[in-house]
C-alpha cells in the first residue's frame, strides 16, 4: 500500500494544473512582461513537435524574444507529453476557447 506522499495525482485534480510556484521564474517574467500567446491547441495535431511549433508561432506573433521561447520550448520538452500540454495551456490561450 502507498502512502499518501507515494501517490501520484494522474486524475487531473490539483497536481495537474501548473502554477506559478512550479513555472520556471524566467516563464513567469516573460508572461508578465509580454502576456499569453493565442493559438489553436485543442482539435488539432496532437504531435508534441506540432503543438511546440504552433506555441513558438503563437508567442513569437505575440513580441516574446528568441531566448524567451527557448526557454519555453526547453521547459516543455523537459518531462513528459502530459507536462508539454500544461505549458502549452500556461503560456497560450486556446482560440476556441477551451480552459483546462
Request: some cysteine; glycine content about 12%.
Amino acid at each position: 500500500m502507498q502512502s499518501e506522499d507515494e501517490k501520484v495525482d494522474r486524475g487531473g485534480g490539483l497536481g495537474a494544473v501548473m502554477t506559478a510556484l512550479t513555472r520556471p521564474l524566467e516563464i513567469e517574467e516573460a508572461l508578465e512582461e509580454y502576456g499569453k500567446g493565442t493559438c489553436k491547441l485543442v482539435g488539432q495535431d496532437g504531435n508534441a513537435f506540432a503543438i511546440i511549433g504552433r506555441v513558438r508561432r503563437s508567442l513569437k506573433r505575440q513580441g516574446w524574444p528568441d531566448d524567451k521561447l527557448s526557454l519555453v520550448q526547453d521547459e516543455m520538452m523537459s518531462s513528459d507529453y502530459d507536462h508539454l500540454i500544461r505549458t502549452a495551456f500556461e503560456v497560450c490561450n486556446d482560440e476556441g476557447g477551451f480552459r483546462p
